[in-house]
């Protein structure tokens, strides 16, 4: 059986899927307040069993989205992936739109955090421009009107015209790894998934000692 894993855990839903011969054999949608480090490993274990633990290929999506949620998609393949002695890929969750045609350039909005949005363009597996940042929705809006092709969200409080709201789909995922060549499977497995950062990590100096704190003997 010639099998193909999806994970995704982009968003506050992560969703796990098995394509075989074309067809959707396994496919679950599980819900998290915080992260999806408990509730991963229930739907992989019925993933597994519905391909009897041979996948041929496991695709993970590496965002953006929330952080810590993607981190822990992706360890759970590399995991697996270890295990398994199975091959695995990385493709940008925001290339997997359930509603997104695979062979039209769209772009796609999101919370760039920190009061700010992102903009990229996908057609396919890749990101062809972006993600690019704007401080306000306003930059933004102005980049819209000169865009012709179709704009979607993952962000359900974005409420901006022109702008279909849709999500991340480990079943497409799993379609679109399906459809590439050797060469492009080759091409993605020699750099191991990571997560897509919008930013540089926010690091907080540590303070300074106060003078009243006493000094250790050495």
């Known amino acids: 059986m010639n099998a193909i894993l999806a994970i995704d855990t982009s968003t506050k839903e992560g969703r796990v899927s098995v394509l075989s011969e074309n067809n ?8 998290s307040e915080r992260s999806h480090n408990a509730q991963i490993f229930a739907p992989l274990e019925e993933a597994l069993m519905s391909c009897n633990h041979a996948p041929s290929l496991i695709v993970v999506g ?3 989205g929330s952080y ?9 393949g590399l ?13 940008p969750s925001i290339c997997a739109a359930e509603s997104m045609d695979q062979n039209q350039t769209c772009h796609v909005i999101g919370d760039a955090r920190r009061g700010s ?31 012709k092709e179709k704009i ?3 962000d359900e409080n974005l409420s901006l015209p022109e702008i279909e709201k849709t999500n991340p789909s480990a079943q497409k995922l799993a379609r679109i790894a399906a459809e590439l060549s050797d060469k492009e499977i080759n091409e ?4 191991p998934p990571e997560p897509m950062y919008l930013r540089a990590p926010f ?5 300074k000692l106060g003078k009243n704190v006493p000094k250790l003997d050495s």
């Open 24 to 31: 959707i054999i396994f496919n679950e949608v599980f819900t």
């Open 117 to 147: 949005l992102y903009i990229a363009a996908v057609k396919g597996h890749q990101i062809i421009s972006g993600p690019e940042l704007f401080e306000t929705v306003e930059t933004l809006y102005e980049k819209f009107e000169i865009k």
């Open 188 to 191: 993605l497995r020699s750099v």
């Open 79 to 91: 995991g697996l992936s270890m295990a398994l002695e199975v091959p695995i890929i990385g493709i």
């Open 68 to 76: 810590t949620g993607i981190r822990i998609g992706i360890a759970a």
């Open 203 to 207: 690091i907080t100096q540590p303070k």
């Open 62 to 64: 590496t965002g953006p």
């Open 152 to 154: 979607f969200s993952f």
